[in-house]
């Protein structure tokens, strides 16, 4: 299917691309934020495709369930055995191919996660709008942040994840570009599907808190003033480093930045990536930025 690429100017960015509006009211966009939105167009007949394979494949829920197995293990290990000396967020300033990591030293251990198809799926809004035949639309989303509540889905793996990552004394934090304004509506849809309480401005962080708009990094900063976050996780590489959503960087500068040398032991060692084939950053490219030349080939005549 034909990748959509036109959207209105009112378009919501679920992965949180936007600036704080009004007080309950949808965020407004810039063209800039617009441009990382980019995804299928329903059919009358079917949702589009990477939804399928997101929300309604055995694929994807094997993929999230792997993640969070292996994260949960992963942050087990570390805290039982206290043998985490530095952060997993960057320092201020560092980028990831320059990485710094600050010490720890006795901060609590927390592990942060962002919050849309990381530890829930928004099936309900997800499934409207592709109903309506409509990519995103900002009026629905925010409604959706507001009382969405008891029909969002915690992704498959998370509730056993999360309780073994608390039960050896891990806070569990959401750093989520979901608006300031609806933060009730946040914290009851976490709660109700099952993955514990989270209060804002102290375990809920959310855009609006600082004023970085979209950029995660101020939050990320302010999470690790007060505690050592020893795994981050997330669907767009945004939640690990907004270096990662440069304005102007390539699909393949993109590709060889998150796969540099200097991170790569980084990934599934403090650093853990679900699965997103529905929107955001990486939805985007043409086929002379998805292809290789090298890879070329045609039947023979």
């Not at 939050?219 to 020893?230: E, G, L, N, P, S």
């Amino acid at each position: 299917m034909m990748r959509h690429v036109a959207f209105s100017l009112a378009a919501l960015c679920l992965a949180g691309c936007a600036t704080q509006g009004q007080q309950g009211a949808a965020p407004a966009l810039s063209k800039d934020a617009l441009a990382t939105q980019v995804g299928e167009k329903p059919t009358p007949t079917s949702p589009p495709t990477g939804q399928q394979w997101l929300y309604g494949s055995a694929e994807g829920s094997v993929a999230s369930t792997q993640v969070y197995k292996a994260m949960a293990q992963y942050v087990r290990a570390k805290a039982l055995n206290r043998s985490i000396k530095s952060q997993a967020v960057l320092s201020e300033g560092s980028t990831p191919d320059v990485p710094r990591f600050e010490s720890c030293g006795t901060k609590p251990l927390a592990a942060v996660f962002d919050a849309d198809e990381t530890l829930i799926w928004n099936v309900g809004a997800m499934r409207y709008m592709a109903e309506q035949g409509k990519d995103f639309d900002p009026a629905i989303w925010n409604e959706w942040e507001k009382s969405g509540a008891g029909k969002a889905l915690a992704m498959p793996g998370a509730v056993e994840a999360l309780k073994t990552m608390r039960d050896v004394g891990v806070t569990i934090i959401a750093n989520t570009n979901r608006t300031a304004a609806n933060a009730t509506g946040t914290q009851d849809a976490l709660r109700l599907a099952g993955l514990g309480e989270f209060k804002h401005k102290e375990t809920l962080y959310l855009m609006g808190d600082d004023a970085t708009g979209s950029s995660k990094d101020g939050r990320r900063a302010a999470i690790a003033a007060k505690y050592c976050v020893i795994a981050l996780a997330g669907d767009q590489l945004g939640d690990f480093a907004q270096a990662f959503n440069a304005k102007g960087l390539s699909v393949a500068e993109r590709r060889k930045l998150a796969n540099n040398p200097a991170i790569a032991d980084v990934w599934g060692n403090g650093w853990f990536l679900f699965s997103n084939p529905v929107y955001g950053p990486s939805i985007r490219g043409g086929y002379d930025e998805i292809f290789t030349p090298q890879g070329k080939w045609e039947p023979a005549k």
